[in-house]
């Protein structure tokens, strides 16, 4: 048994969490392990004020994510799974400044670089070292009509990628309640995919299946939101993950979340499952069954 007493000692995983070499590092994955956990999906990050504009430029990026995912292996003894991608906010800045400065071309160099970035991340996988391309997806700040429609165009073809190849996709979306799943089921039906290889990254609390469809949510859980969580699970048909968007920015330390909080929810979650009737199967099913239904089983 793995849920004895309200309490949880069988795996505990982050379904996205940054790491920054100039940041924490090892040490917030040393946080991470002390606190319960045992492993990470380790999310690409780009250097937002540079980011990538040419192919070898995504593959060093992309490699040194890499390199830092088995530093952690070999130092702190967690499993860790890569996830790559081109950031939408870094596309959607490029291409407002390329526009600005060379029109039609401008755009042009902007979406075969995010193709660019797209294409190198799938060698990643192909070659083993990555189990999904993200975060990827569409703008949450107020933007263009012509940046959102060409996001949206660009997530479509990514979807079309993702039905092809097997691959999952870690979703950066807006919050727009039950509309921003809907506009994702939609297109993924429309390219063929499972919806539930789409896994909405930051995702509210509310994992009812009336809510989220047949998307994957990635709940970030902050203490306000357990109370919602424990409400809309039992409503859910497949399930969801945890996470804490951990950033690793030494200039805001501790953003998004903690990279304690999800051992540390995952506890309070288990302290609490007696009185509102949470399972075993539900913490396996979050922190080990879904992973490797999504991402495929770690070796």
């Not at 029109?103 to 042009?108: D, F, L, M, R």
């Not at 429309?190 to 989220?212: C, E, K, Q, W």
Request: proline share 5%.
């Amino acid at each position: 048994m793995s849920l004895v007493n309200g309490k949880w000692t069988g795996p505990i995983v982050d379904n996205h969490f940054h790491l920054n070499r100039k940041g924490l590092f090892l040490s917030a994955a040393e946080d991470f392990k002390n606190a319960g956990g045992t492993g990470i999906v380790l999310v690409h990050c780009p250097d937002f004020s540079s980011p990538p504009t040419t192919s070898k430029g995504h593959r060093d990026s992309y490699f040194d994510t890499i390199l830092m995912a088995e530093k952690v292996r070999e130092k702190i003894g967690i499993d860790v799974r890569v996830v790559l991608g081109p950031h939408p906010a870094a596309f959607a800045h490029q291409f407002e400044l390329w526009f600005e400065e060379d029109g039609e071309k401008g755009a042009q160099r902007a979406i075969e670089n995010y193709n660019d970035s797209i294409d190198v991340a799938l060698e990643f996988f192909h070659e083993g070292n990555a189990v999904a391309i993200g975060e990827v997806g569409r703008p949450h700040w107020k933007t263009s009509d012509d940046v959102l429609e060409l996001s949206n165009k660009l997530l479509e073809d990514t979807m079309k990628l993702s039905k092809k190849e097997k691959i999952p996709l870690q979703l950066h979306m807006e919050e727009n309640g039950n509309q921003t799943y809907a506009d994702l089921e939609s297109m993924a039906e429309r390219v063929g995919l499972n919806p539930i290889y789409l896994v909405r990254h930051f995702a509210p609390a509310d994992v009812s299946t009336s809510m989220v469809g047949k998307i994957t949510p990635s709940v970030n859980l902050g203490k306000d939101a357990i109370g919602k969580l424990i409400e809309t699970c039992k409503l859910s048909d497949h399930g969801f993950m945890l996470e804490t968007d951990y950033m690793d920015d030494p200039r805001r330390p501790g953003a998004v979340l903690g990279p304690k909080i999800v051992p540390k929810r995952t506890q309070q979650l288990a302290a609490l499952s007696e009185e509102n009737g949470l399972d075993e199967e539900m913490f396996f099913n979050i922190h080990q069954e879904l992973p490797n239904m999504i991402y495929g089983e770690l070796n």
